[in-house]
């Protein structure tokens, strides 16, 4: 969807359905009465905390539905609707029951003991919904019921964060001082199991705090996100530490990349090939949405979004600048607009652009029938500027 070649996609496909076959095959649980597979991983599950867990849980357990949805996905691009629908009903199985397992208190979801090993138990665990971030970032929507991943999120906040780190509390590394607010990477109730993931102790890593930040702004709990996003910034504010080179096991570490995601996950970012080389563009602000200015980055260029709308929601500006390259434009999708009753115009660099209007359930959608390629005027020395004026 991102304008990878028919042949790469058909080169990977096969490793693709190969790995997810050996999950739902000798991963997924099998229900001993029934011998039905039921969505959830409890055996060993390797992970980048340098230990397995054993019991299902969501922090696998939502990576695995999000790998259902993409798969799902695949498939129908390949044409292969009966693979989709395999995919599809394992997820469907899967989420009621992730869901059932590991949401028995009905505040945060926690892991299913196994073996007497608690390796998460019952604590807040920052990245328990990894899965559901992937799924955001994927544009593939809910893999657990929203609610439940809300409370979560709630929960995380309010246990594992602290206005001034001790650094006699965290173990087994000491990324915090007393001038540091931020968030530990798991909390419990008492203290921590012998047998507990080894660096849920810890400061959480700003790779952490990217994607827990992002998760709560798709899920429109902005106020914490940016609260999050503001106090990792502080951590590395260049006096204190560098704000290139974000340490986690090693310098310039790759986690927080994740940072990237945020910007279209403010403003409502997702772009998709789907016309012969033209995109279908989406922008829906989710902070400040009556005054937003916001990066975005796509195929062949990147530039800024702008959106005005006053504070009755009857008129308003969306003006889409392009400072490098070129953005092949099939569609633009601006739910924040309702237009009904109201005069619209659209120009590119300042002349009219011919173009259809639809306005649905998803808000203004504006067609252009010959696909419209807004692009940095390099001999001019001027941006390209797509905008959309909405009036009464």
Not at 150 to 179: A, G, W
Not at 206 to 223: D, K, P, R
Not at 227 to 240: F, I, M, N, P, S
Request: glycine share 10%; proline share 4%; aromatic share 12%.
């Amino acid at each position: 969807k991102m304008g990878a070649s028919k042949d790469w996609f058909d080169l990977m496909w096969p490793g693709v359905k190969g790995v997810l076959n050996r999950w739902m095959t000798d991963l997924d649980q099998v229900d001993p009465k029934t011998k039905q597979h039921l969505g959830v991983i409890p055996g060993a599950q390797p992970n980048t905390y340098d230990c397995a867990i054993y019991g299902v849980n969501t922090f696998i357990g939502s990576l695995y539905l999000c790998a259902l949805k993409a798969g799902a996905a695949m498939a129908l691009l390949q044409g292969d609707k009966l693979l989709a629908e395999k995919y599809s009903q394992r997820f469907t199985v899967g989420t009621a029951n992730l869901d059932k397992e590991c949401f028995p208190n009905g505040k945060w979801y926690t892991q299913v003991v196994t073996k007497n090993v608690e390796i998460l138990s019952d604590s807040t665990f920052i990245d328990c919904l990894l899965g559901q971030w992937w799924s955001y970032v994927l544009n593939l929507g809910d893999v657990l019921p929203k609610e439940h991943c809300v409370s979560t999120c709630d929960y995380i906040m309010q246990n594992n964060h602290v206005k001034s780190f001790d650094p006699d509390l965290q173990y087994p590394r000491k990324f915090c001082t007393e001038n540091d607010s931020g968030l530990f990477v798991a909390r419990w109730a008492g203290s921590p199991p012998k047998t507990g993931m080894l660096y849920t102790s810890e400061a959480a890593w700003s790779g952490l705090e990217h994607e827990f930040a992002g998760l709560c702004i798709y899920q429109n709990q902005v106020g914490i996100g940016l609260q999050v996003l503001e106090e990792t910034r502080q951590k590395h504010d260049g006096w204190r530490r560098s704000p290139w080179n974000e340490v986690e096991c090693g310098d310039h570490y790759s986690r927080p990349m994740s940072a990237f995601q945020l910007f279209d996950a403010a403003s409502g970012f997702v772009w998709e090939m789907v016309h012969e080389g033209g995109l279908d563009i989406t922008f829906d602000p989710r902070i400040d949405k009556h005054t937003f200015r916001g990066f975005f980055s796509a195929q062949k260029g990147w530039g800024q979004y702008i959106q005005t709308i006053d504070e009755t929601n009857i008129t308003g500006t969306a003006e889409v600048e392009v400072m490098f390259g070129a953005l092949p434009i099939t569609v633009l999708y601006l739910p924040a607009f309702d237009t009904f009753g109201k005069t619209v115009s659209v120009t590119l660099n300042g002349r009219s652009v011919k173009h259809t209007m639809t306005q649905g359930p998803h808000g203004l959608a504006v067609s252009f029938l010959n696909r419209v390629a807004v692009e940095i005027d390099g001999s001019a020395h001027s941006f390209g500027r797509l905008v959309v004026k909405v009036s009464e």
